[in-house]
């Protein structure tokens, strides 16, 4: 590179007197306020500033490397001013960067190398490569500076900004790809749900033909004078029902999914549904051998605002869960009252039970309760599942409560006690008045 008259400095608060001509210049930091420019350009107004010449109309600065810049002047550089304008510059910027620098000795067509500069005492033997500044062949008066370390010290200030750029990058992949299996899965079960409406209402249809069908083979006299031909009539019957049960089930939790529960509220006698239910139950229990308790005016003067339909339907479920999942002989009890403005109802059975651990999820869609390789009981999983969708449509509660092998009690909390309708009077007055007059 030519002359070598570099050192080895650090940075610092000083002053320098700088000879410049016959006259003596104290130059203090501070003297020369940084402009808003990039740093070398600064540093080579400041120069010309004090030199009292103008700077190069065009091409001042000249990129060589990625980390070596050549700065054009138009009078010779000191290097001890040079050095010093670096240093300011570089504090004023908060840049605590190590660096290099070398100026143009027009005489001897070579670089004389002026120093390197390091922010801290170690700062040379971190880089094995220094004083290497070329020269160029395009400028007269020209000093050039390299940063060594600028590559190390970009990345160490992108560290933390990097940092936060990967966690956001992979936030934003974590919420995409979120959002894809969210829109993704709720795509399948609009399928799904398509698909079981679909096949739902195409049974419908076979199951009516069955019915009638099996219902004309049963009333013909031949059949009437067979027993076994009477008996698998019956049989074709009671499994048509059943199956017509289950697809009516599908149908209707289809509908709740899709948000086309329609509830026609009335206030009704809470004893108008429950008689007939349990009337109808009672049967069943009793051909088993068991037992159906409940007070012959269970309900009575009990007014609600419900939709019958749906009501008698989750009373029929848990009714039919409460003998199936009974002993050989089923006991079941059935209470109703009021209590602080609310309607209760209870219906506890002497079944099988069930593990604590399992109670959260008996009401979930599909969701039966394993018993190993039996299967004694058929079933869907869906009829405690209505049951809650038809409660929460209704904004009222169920409960579970049960042990292994002491039996299921299930309480419907009703809503609140409502007054019963008035009585239409007019036709009567009416009549009464007619009566009267003639």
């Known amino acids: 590179m030519g002359r070598h008259h570099g050192h080895v400095c650090h940075y610092r608060h000083s002053c320098y007197s700088v000879l410049l001509g016959n006259d003596y210049l104290e130059y203090e930091r501070g003297r020369v306020q940084p402009k808003s420019k990039c740093s070398p350009l600064k540093v080579a107004e400041s120069l010309a500033e004090i030199n009292e010449v103008p700077l190069p109309g065009r091409d001042i600065i000249k990129q060589r490397t990625s980390n070596y810049w ?14 010093h304008l670096l240093h300011k510059e570089l504090e004023a910027l908060a840049l605590n960067i190590d660096f290099e620098y070398a100026v143009f000795d027009c005489h ?8 390197y500069c390091s922010f801290t005492p170690d700062g040379e033997r971190a880089h094995a490569e220094l004083g290497n500044l070329p020269k160029d062949k395009e400028f007269t008066y ?13 990345l160490d200030k992108m560290q933390l900004v990097v940092f936060l750029s990967v966690i956001l990058l992979v936030t934003v992949l974590f919420f995409a790809y979120a959002l894809w299996v969210i829109l993704r899965q709720r795509q399948l079960s609009e399928m799904q749900k398509d698909f079981i409406n679909n096949m739902t209402h195409e049974f419908k249809t076979p199951l009516s033909t069955i019915r009638i069908a099996a219902g004309v083979f049963l009333k013909d006299p031949d059949t009437k004078n067979n027993k076994r031909l009477q008996r698998y009539a019956n049989i074709i019957l009671e499994q048509n029902e059943r199956l017509n049960n289950q697809v009516e089930k ?8 899709k948000g086309n529960l329609d509830l026609k509220r009335e206030i009704t006698n809470l004893a108008d549904v429950l008689t007939p239910v349990l009337e109808g139950t009672r049967m069943r229990i009793e051909e088993q051998g068991g037992q159906l308790l409940a007070d012959t005016l269970i309900g009575e003067n009990i007014y609600l605002s419900a ?53 959260k999820r008996v009401f979930d869609k599909f969701y039966r309760v394993p018993t190993g390789n039996v299967h004694n009981v058929k079933g869907f999983g869906l009829g405690l599942y209505y049951v809650k969708r038809v409660c929460q ?17 299930v309480w419907l909390t009703l809503g609140k006690l409502v007054p019963p309708p008035e009585q239409d009077t007019t036709p009567e007055l009416t009549l009464i008045t007619e009566l009267t007059k003639n």
């Open 142 to 154: 020209y000093f050039g500076v390299k940063f060594p370390g600028f590559q190390s010290f970009l």
């Open 108 to 115: 001897s067509d070579e670089m004389v190398y002026g120093g």
């Open 70 to 83: 050549i700065v054009n002047m138009e009078v010779e550089i000191d290097e001890y001013v040079l050095e």
């Open 393 to 409: 449509a209704h904004r009222w509660q169920v409960r579970m409560e049960s042990l292994p092998g002491q039996g299921t009690t």
């Open 307 to 359: 939709d019958r339909l749906h009501l008698t339907n989750i009373l029929y479920n848990l009714l039919d869960n409460a003998i199936k999942y009974s002993k050989q002989q089923p006991v079941i009890q059935v209470a109703a009252g009021t209590d602080a403005q609310h309607i209760w109802l209870k219906i506890e059975d002497n079944g099988i039970g069930i593990e604590p651990a399992l109670l």
């Open 250 to 257: 599908v149908l209707q939790i289809a509908r709740i999914e």
